[in-house]
Nanobody, 126 residues
Framework: VQLVESGGGLVQAGGSLRLSCAAS????????MGWFRQAPGKEREFVAA????????YYADSVKGRFTISRDNVKNTVYLQMNSLKPEDTAAYYC????????????????????WGQGTQVTVSS
């Protein structure tokens, strides 16, 4: 599956952004999806993931209550709604996909996902 992220940009602290990840090449509804991020000088870290039906989600503690992952299996797109953004949320955000035979949430390790997008930059100014 090929993944293309969009929606990144520059936002002030306290603001919101919605990232999108468009998938192509395979049956999107057979893939669990995730979002990761990588700040300069830091390792890539898990942000959120969603099951292939969209019925189950999982979040990193650092974003719980502020970010929401969702998906539209008709549009072959997964979203990350980011509210109450903080400067420490500044990073390149990556979409990831993993084929799952059952409806569960993959992750949170990078190795739990087999396909990756190129990333979209999010910068939060203080």
């Amino acid at each position: 599956v090929q993944l293309v992220e969009s929606g990144g940009g520059l936002v002030q602290a306290g603001g919101s952004l919605r990232l999108s990840c468009a998938a192509s090449g395979r049956i999107f509804s057979s893939y669990g999806m995730g979002w990761f991020r990588q700040a300069p000088g830091k390792e890539r870290e898990f942000v959120a993931a969603i099951s292939r039906s969209g019925g189950s989600t999982y979040y990193a503690d650092s974003v719980k209550g502020r970010f929401t992952i969702s998906r539209d299996n008709v549009k072959n797109t997964v979203y990350l709604q980011m509210n109450s953004l903080k400067p420490e949320d500044t990073a390149a955000y990556y979409c990831a996909a993993e084929y799952t035979e059952r409806d569960y949430v993959p992750g949170p390790r990078e190795t739990d996902f087999g396909s990756w997008g190129q990333g979209t930059q999010v910068t939060v100014s203080s």
